[in-house]
């Protein structure tokens, strides 16, 4: 088997090496490549033409490829469409970003009031400073000791 196969390959060269030489035995294997390809596509159509079968059995065939590809067209149509599980989820996370949103309002309002109790304790205190620092009466009412004297 193997001096078969050296045999084969050996006049392979030989060939090969006649053909590089002429020009026009290049043509002529260029135009058997050329046929040997012209001849499978003929019979392939002939083969076609044998199991096209009937004009009624090439309707139906091509009836049920139209309808698989609509119901290939359906299936894509409802994957786009969110599942009960996917509304859920999604529901859900709504109702979180509300919920973020009403704690965030609450911080918010809670920091102003807690402001606003820091600026009224501090006006608190200076009104009390005020009061323990100044008089009760001015200087120049008529308790003042200048008004006494005279």
Not at 2 to 19: F, I, P, T
Not at 90 to 112: F, G, H, S, Y
Not at 119 to 144: A, E
Request: overall charge positive; glycine content about 2%; hydrophobic content about 25%.
């Amino acid at each position: 088997m193997n001096q078969e196969l050296d045999s084969l390959n050996s006049r392979k060269a030989v060939l090969d090496d006649e053909v590089a030489v002429s020009a026009v035995k290049k043509e002529a294997l260029a135009l058997y490549d050329n046929l040997r390809e012209i001849e499978k596509k003929r019979d392939d159509l002939i083969n076609e033409e044998k199991n096209r079968g009937t004009p009624a059995q090439e309707r139906e065939r091509l009836l049920n490829q139209v309808c698989r590809k609509e119901k290939e067209r359906e299936r894509e149509t409802h994957t786009d469409k969110p599942t009960d599980g996917q509304r859920d989820r999604e529901r859900q996370r709504n109702r979180d970003r509300q919920t973020d949103r009403q704690i965030d309002r609450q911080t918010a309002r809670n920091k102003e009031r807690k402001k606003t109790n820091q600026f009224d304790k501090m006006f608190d205190i200076v009104q009390l400073r005020s009061r323990t620092i100044m008089p009760r009466s001015p200087p120049w009412s008529s308790r003042s000791p200048k008004s006494r004297i005279t």
